[in-house]
T-cell receptor, first 114, second 113 residues
Framework: GENVEQHPSTLSVQEGDSAVIKCTYS??????FPWYKQELGKRPQLIID?????GEKKDQRIAVTLNKTAKHFSLHITETQPEDSAVYFC?????????????FGGGTRLMVKP | ETGVTQTPRHLVMGMTNKKSLKCEQH?????MYWYKQSAKKPLELMFV???????ENNSVPSRFSPECPNSSHLFLHLHTLQPEDSALYLC????????????FGQGTRLTVV
């Protein structure tokens, strides 16, 4: 089955700095890579996703890159703000018509210091 | 509010009890999921239902028994659980088909004593 590794497990940055979280996956058949943000005591929410036919995607301060050959993908947050503090999860899915089979990474606790 | 509602939000049960977790979605989605979130472990997919049919059982012990009476409701029946089953249980739903966003509920915080 799929195995997703996520690093680092914790990340502390100063407000305004950039943050990068990296994930690797094992199943070359995976073709969908979402990123979820989970604030303390709240549900995980999708912040950005990328499909295997795209190498990079950007949405305002967040961007995701995908290297299919190396089987890794990364989340980049620029100009971090205190409200970016949360746990971020990457995931990989080989998705079929029966639904998503998301395998999640272990999560990264991001702390943005004012 | 994402439209996925879970009840109860918190549950404490003894190892000999039988309880059920409920999930309801009003998003018109056809796929529903149960995930387990333990401290210091990744979110683990437990079950997948598509159009009320179970399409995935991720080697979950039989003390967890899912039920999906229709595309809007999903239950997780619990019996003779172990303390290590204490975790946050998250329900999610997604539109039919592959590679679509999964919308999560708030979760049920389960403590087995």
């Amino acid at each position: 089955g799929e195995n997703v590794e996520q690093h680092p497990s914790t990340l502390s940055v100063q407000e305004g700095d950039s943050a990068v979280i990296k994930c690797t996956y094992s199943d070359s058949a995976s073709n969908y890579f979402p990123w979820y943000k989970q604030e303390l005591g709240k549900r995980p929410q999708l912040i950005i996703d990328i499909r295997s036919n795209v190498g990079e995607k950007k949405d305002q301060r967040i961007a995701v890159t995908l290297n299919k050959t190396a089987k890794h993908f990364s989340l980049h947050i620029t100009e971090t703000q205190p409200e970016d503090s949360a746990v971020y999860f990457c995931a990989a899915s080989r998705g079929n018509n029966a639904g998503n089979m998301l395998t999640f990474g272990g999560g990264t606790r991001l702390m943005v210091k004012p | 509010e994402t439209g996925v509602t879970q009840t109860p939000r918190h549950l404490v049960m003894g190892m000999t009890n039988k309880k059920s977790l409920k999930c309801e979605q009003h998003l018109g989605h056809n796929a529903m999921y149960w995930y387990k979130q333990s401290a210091k472990k990744p979110l683990e997919l437990m079950f997948v239902y598509n159009f009320k049919e179970q399409t995935e059982n991720n080697s979950v012990p039989s003390r967890f028994s899912p039920e999906c009476p229709n595309s809007s409701h999903l239950f997780l029946h619990l019996h003779t659980l172990q303390p290590e089953d204490s975790a946050l249980y998250l329900c999610a739903s997604s539109p039919e088909g592959r590679n679509t966003e999964a919308f999560f509920g708030q979760g049920t915080r389960l403590t087995v004593v």
